[in-house]
T-cell receptor
């Protein structure tokens, strides 16, 4: 089992460009999450999907959109990237909401 | 608002030198407290979940404990391979977020 996979691993964007980060899990988990991690600030939740067909905002949703494509896949879209979105993005999944989460390897995004 | 504070920010130990990492939290009803390990350039790896004060869990050289205001991650006779950043997170009953602390960066020298 691959667990949680994320693509791409690295990305450099110019201000105003758009992109989609992809996440997939093969653990048959119901819940999926997107976080960003910035130095000294810990992980912050952007959006989550408690189950297929539902999405909800987390702590820092502004500037992002998400799509729960199916039970396995959960994508994060930046419509118009800003330098403040330079960060490391992690996708995670859990079998149920509120249970321990399993993380992917992350995407390092730089916005110039 | 749920909050998590971890201390110290960084800790350097000699191999075999036992110590503890602290996670202080405020939450309106604790659903669970989680410990993760994160190696450089990788995603966090789940270690433990604690649900109520007095609970303890162990895994190899690590032992996590929980009180009503804080959790400790005790590291006994650490080895260089225990070097990593250790993250603490809380899940409250009134929030859908899992709130993370900024982590403690542990370095164990041989």
């Amino acid at each position: 089992n691959a667990g949680v996979t994320q693509t791409p691993k690295f990305q450099v964007l110019k201000t105003g460009q758009s992109m989609t980060l992809q996440c997939a899990q093969d653990m048959n988990h119901n819940s999926m999450y997107w976080y960003r991690q910035d130095p000294g600030m810990g992980l912050r939740l952007i959006y989550y999907s408690a189950s297929e067909g539902t999405t909800d905002k987390g702590e820092v949703p502004n500037g992002y959109n998400v799509s729960r494509l199916n039970k396995r896949e959960f994508s994060l879209r930046l419509e118009s990237a800003a330098p403040s979105q330079t960060s490391v993005y992690f996708c995670a999944s859990s079998d149920r909401e509120y249970n321990e989460q399993f993380f992917g390897p992350g995407t390092r995004l730089t916005v110039l | 608002e749920d909050q998590v504070t971890q201390s110290p920010e960084a800790l350097r130990l000699q191999e075999g030198e036992s110590s503890s990492l602290n996670c202080s939290y405020t939450v309106s009803g604790l659903r669970g407290l989680f410990w993760y390990r994160q190696d450089p350039g990788k995603g966090p790896e789940f270690l433990f979940t604690l649900y109520s004060a007095g609970e303890e869990k162990e895994k190899e050289r690590l032992k996590a404990t929980l009180t009503k205001k804080e959790s400790f991650l005790h590291i006994t006779a650490p080895k260089p391979e225990d070097s990593a950043t250790y993250l603490c997170a809380v899940q409250g009953v009134f929030n859908n977020d899992m709130r993370f602390g900024a982590g403690t960066r542990l370095t164990v020298k041989p």
